[in-house]
C-alpha cells in the first residue's frame, strides 16, 4: 500500500534530448509527490513537487505531469544537459503520514 | 541561509560497537526526519520528529536504534550493538513542518561502516 515503483532503473539520452522518468503509487492517501535530485556522495535535493490538484507543473527545463485516476506521474526533463546526468526519485507523502515514501531510483546518464 | 547540516559525514565503526550521528536542521524548521539509503536504493524512512517529540517512529528497524532532539532543533541518531547490515548513508532532513508544505530538505548524509 506505501509502495512507489519507478521505471526505468536507469536511462541513457542524448544532449538536447528529453528524459522520461516514471512513477506509479498505491496509497490513495498520498496528497504531495516530489522529485529529488542526487549526485554521487551528496544528499538528494528538492527538484520539483506537484499536488493532486494539478495535472501539470513546469519549473524551467523540469515538468511533472500527473494522472491521480491512473495514480502515475512522471518527470520531464528537457533538453537534457550532461549536468543533469544523476538519480532521480520519486517520492510520495500523505497529510497523516508526512514521512516521504521513495521509489527506487533512476541513473539518468546524458550523453554530451 | 545554512542547509541542513549532518557529522559526523563518514564513521568507520567494528561490529558490537555504539556510534551517535548527529543532525543540525535548517533554522526554523519544526519537522526533522532520519532517513537510511541503501547502496543503489531510496531512502527508507527511520523516524519523524515534530518538535520535540517523535511524531512517527515505525521505521526504526529495531530497538537497538533510537533518536532524541531534546530542545527541538540538533538530533542525535544513536545505533547500539551495531551490526555489518547497519553499513549505510544516514540521511537527515527538515522541513517547516504542519505550519507549512511537506518540503523537506536533506544534509548531505553519514556513510557509516560496520567492520
Known amino acids: 500500500q506505501q509502495q512507489v515503483k519507478q521505471s526505468p532503473q536507469s536511462l541513457i539520452v542524448q544532449k538536447g534530448g528529453i528524459s522520461i522518468i516514471n512513477c506509479a503509487y498505491e496509497?490513495?492517501?498520498?496528497?504531495?509527490f516530489p522529485w529529488y535530485q542526487q549526485f554521487p556522495g551528496k544528499g538528494p535535493a528538492l527538484l520539483i513537487a506537484?499536488?493532486?490538484?494539478?495535472s501539470e507543473k513546469k519549473e524551467g527545463r523540469f515538468t511533472i505531469s500527473f494522472n491521480k485516476s491512473a495514480k502515475q506521474f512522471s518527470l520531464h526533463i528537457m533538453d537534457s544537459q550532461p549536468g543533469d546526468s544523476a538519480t532521480y526519485f520519486c517520492?510520495?507523502?500523505?497529510?497523516?503520514?508526512?514521512?516521504?515514501?521513495f521509489g527506487s531510483g533512476t541513473q539518468l546518464t546524458v550523453l554530451p | 541561509g545554512a542547509g541542513v547540516s549532518q557529522t559526523p559525514s563518514n564513521k568507520v565503526t567494528e561490529k558490537g560497537k555504539y556510534v551517535e550521528l548527529r543532525c543540525d536542521p535548517i533554522?526554523?524548521?519544526?519537522?526533522l526526519y532520519w532517513y537510511r539509503q541503501s547502496l543503489g536504493q531510496g531512502p527508507e524512512f527511520l523516524i519523524y520528529f515534530q518538535g520535540t517529540g517523535a511524531a512517527d517512529d515505525s521505521g526504526l528497524p529495531n530497538d537497538r536504534f533510537f533518536a532524541v532532539r531534546p530542545e527541538g532543533s540538533v538530533s542525535t541518531l544513536k545505533i547500539q550493538r551495531t551490526e555489518r547490515g547497519d553499513s549505510a548513508v544516514y540521511l537527515c532532513?527538515?522541513?517547516?513542518?504542519?505550519?507549512?508544505?511537506?518540503?523537506?530538505?536533506f544534509g548531505p548524509g553519514t556513510r557509516l561502516t560496520v567492520l
Open positions: 532532513a527538515s522541513s517547516l513542518g504542519l505550519a507549512g508544505g511537506n518540503e523537506q530538505f
Open positions: 533554522s526554523g524548521h519544526t519537522a
Open positions: 506537484i499536488r493532486p490538484d494539478v
Open positions: 517520492a510520495a507523502s500523505s497529510g497523516s503520514a508526512r514521512q516521504l515514501t
Open positions: 496509497n490513495t492517501a498520498f496528497d504531495y
